[in-house]
């Protein structure tokens, strides 16, 4: 069973930076196309980023050009985002989710492909 757990949250004013992390445990963490999508109070889930297998193709929302880029360390099961010039818009529950797509090298921006997601951490970006 695949386990995805988010950390790296918090409080930071804007302006700021975090830098997310997600850890895949359960299964070989290089089979998984990984996304991030966020969810602000009342809104929907939305796309943030994706990363394909090998971290050479990305997929980002207009919204975060700029201003976030997502890595992978296959080595250590995790992908990252990196989180600068946050804005309060920004404000969100963060999630990571794996696609099960070995050698794959298409991200995703849909929520319906991906097959495992985390737990979430809360961002919060003060003005």
């Known amino acids: 069973q695949v386990q995805l757990v988010e950390s790296g949250g918090g409080l930071v004013q804007a302006g700021g930076s975090l830098r997310l992390s997600c850890a895949l445990s359960g299964r070989t963490f290089s089979s998984y196309v990984m996304g991030w999508f966020r969810q602000a109070p009342g809104k929907e889930r939305t796309f943030v980023y994706s990363i394909t297998w090998s971290g050479s193709n990305t997929y980002y929302a207009d919204s975060v050009k700029g201003r976030f880029t997502i890595s992978r360390d296959n080595a250590k099961n995790t992908v990252y985002l990196q989180m600068n010039s946050l804005k309060p818009e920004d404000t969100a529950v963060y999630y990571c989710?794996?696609?099960?797509?070995?050698?794959?090298?298409?991200?995703?921006?849909?929520?319906?492909?991906?097959?495992?997601w985390g737990q979430g951490t809360q961002v919060t970006v003060s003005s």
């Open positions: 989710a794996a696609k099960y797509a070995p050698n794959s090298e298409r991200p995703s921006d849909r929520p319906g492909e991906y097959d495992y």
